[in-house]
C-alpha cells in the first residue's frame, strides 16, 4: 500500500504480510523457534500466564505482553500453525474485546503509552494477517483517546524515547483512512517526543558509557542521559529520522537517519554487525556485549529505513545482525538465550564481567537472564525478517531485499498475479535461483539487490547473463515476464578481511562473519538464577572444552587463499557449532599470554602480534554456529 498524500513517498513498499511464505532452511528456523521458548512461553512463565493484564488478569501489565505478541503474531501466520495462531488471537482478541468507551485499551491500571505502542505494532500485523475488522476501528477510537489526553498526559521515560515506533503504526492506519487528525497526533508525539535528530550528526558517546557518566546510583530513577544511552533505545531510534521524514517532507530528516547510524556504527561497531551495548553504549571492545533486544529491535527498524530510504546498504545491514548476531545469541533448540552476547565470548557463566550496567547473569544462556525483557521481545527477529524479504516498487515492480528461500505471491505490474519461487541456501551458499510465474505475461522492473561485497556478481535470465550487474546497488531487470521465467543470481563468496578492535583481523564470507569454533560444554545452572522455579526451560553455563587463545597467520601476499573453503548440506540445525554449513580452516598459533581477564578474554593483543608456539590448522565457523568464539583475531607475525 503506497503512502497517501500529503506523506512523502517511500522507496519501496512493505508487501501485504500474506504475500511470502518461508521455505527451506528459514521455515525450519521458524519451526525451531516454535518449538522453542516461542511456542511455549506462554504455558509457564508467570509473566505471560492467564494472569497477565493483558488477559484481564492481575499480573504483569505493561510492556511483556505486547513484546510477546509482536513476535508470536507473525510467527504463528507465517508458518500456519493452527495451535500458534489460537494463542496470538487469544492474546489480540482480549485487547479487541476490551476497548473501554473512553478509547483506552489495553490493562486498566497500565497509565503509561509505552506498551500500547508495542501493542499497536502487533495489532496491525494481526490486522494484515487476519484481516480482522475490529482492529482499524479500536485503532481510531484509540487515538482520538490519545489525541485528547496528550496535553495532560505527556511522553514519559520510555514513551518519549521510542515515539517513532507509535507512528509507523498511526501512518499504517493513515494510509488506510486518510484522516488527517492521524497526523496531527504523529506531530504531538514528535513534538514531546526526544529529540534523536539533534544528535545524529555527533553522538554525545563516544565510548564506552559509565555508571558515573549515566548518574545510575542506587535508589536514582534513570535520567534522560542514561535513556539516551540505552542500547534498546538507539536500536529503536535508528528509523525515527527516516520514519519522521514522511511526515515532514524535509530531506535533512533523511540525512539525518544515516548521520545517526554512521556515528553508532563508528563509536561501538562490533563485527557480528551490531553495535554494542550492555546495556548502554559500550564502545568496540569485543568483550563488550550486545543486549538481544537491541539485536531484535536493531533489525526492525532497519526493515522500515530499507522500505523509506531504499539504500541497498541498510539491507547489508540487516542481512548482517540477522544472519550473525541474531543466531548466536540462542541456543540451537532456542529454549534458552543470552541478555548479552560477546564477539570474543570465550566463557559464560554466573560472574560478574565489565558490562558498563548489566549483571552477572548476561551471557549465560536461560529463560530469563538479568532482566525479562527480551524474554517477551525476543520473538519478532527471525518473523519479521521473513516477512521483509520483499518489497514492492513504487512503480508496480518488485524487490529482492534480503535473501532466504521464500514463496511470494503477489500482485505486480498493475494488477496481475505473480509467484516467485526463490531457492536458495544463502547466506550459506551463493546461488540464488527465482522462477518467475506471472498468471499472464506482463512487465515490471524485478530489483535484485547486490551486496556491497559482491563484486563478481551474475544475474542470467533463462540462461542469457546480463549486462551491467554492479555491487552495492538494486540491480533492475524490467522485460515482459512469461510464466518459467529463470532468474539466477550468483553473489560469490571470496573470504574478507578487515581491520577491529586494535588492529585485529576479523574473517568474513558473504554476510557471514567466521569465529574461532572452540569446544563447548553445557552445564545446567541449578541454583543462583532470579528466575521462577519450576519450568521447563533450563538455564546454562557453557565452558571452553578447547583452547581459545589463538591469533591468525595470513599471508599477506595471497589473504584470501590463506582460507580453505569446506561447503556441507544445510542440515536441521545451521546454527550450532556441530551443524555448520561452512567452515573455515586457517593457520594460527597459540598467545599463551592472552588470558582470562574477569571471566572474559583479556585485553586483546594489539596486531601485529607474536608467538612462537606451534603453527596449528584452526576451524572458523559461522558467528551464529558457534556459542562460545574468538570474532576478532590477534593477527600474527608469520
Ligand atoms: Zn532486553
Redesign the pocket.
Known sequence: MKNRAPLQPNALYPLPLTAIKPTGWLRRQLQIQADGLSGHLDEFWPDLSANSGWLGGTGESWERGPYFLDGLVPLAYLLGDPALIGKATKWVGWTLSHQRPDGSIGPERNKDWWPNMVMLKALTQYQEFSGDPRVIPLMQRYFRYQAAHLAERPLQEWAKFRWADEVVSILWLYNRTGDASLLELARSLQHQGYNWKAESAHLPFTRKTTKEELGLKPGVSNTEIALSAHG?NNAMALKTSAVWSLVSGDASDRQAARQQLGEIEKYHLLPSGIFSCD?HLAGPDPVQGT????VVEAQFSLEQMIAILGDASLADRLEKIAFNALPATFSADMWAHQ?DQQPNQVLCTLKDRDWTTNGPESNIFGLEPN?G??TA?MHQGWPKLAASLWMATPDDGLAAVAYSPSDLSTVAGKSTRVHIVEETGYPFQSEIRFSVDPTTPVEFPLLLRIPGWAQEATVTVNGHRLEGVEAAQFYSIRRRWQRGDQVVLTLPMRVRLSRGYRDSVIVERGPLVFSLRIGEDWSKIEKGMSRPAKTPAVDWEVRPTTPWNYGLIIERTDPVHAFEVVEKPIGNSPFSPAGAPVELRAKGRLIPEWKLENNSAGTLPKSPATSSERVETLTLIPYGSAKLRISAFPELVN
Open positions: 534498546v546495556e543486549e538481544l533486544c537491541s541478555y532482566f525483557c527480551c521481545n
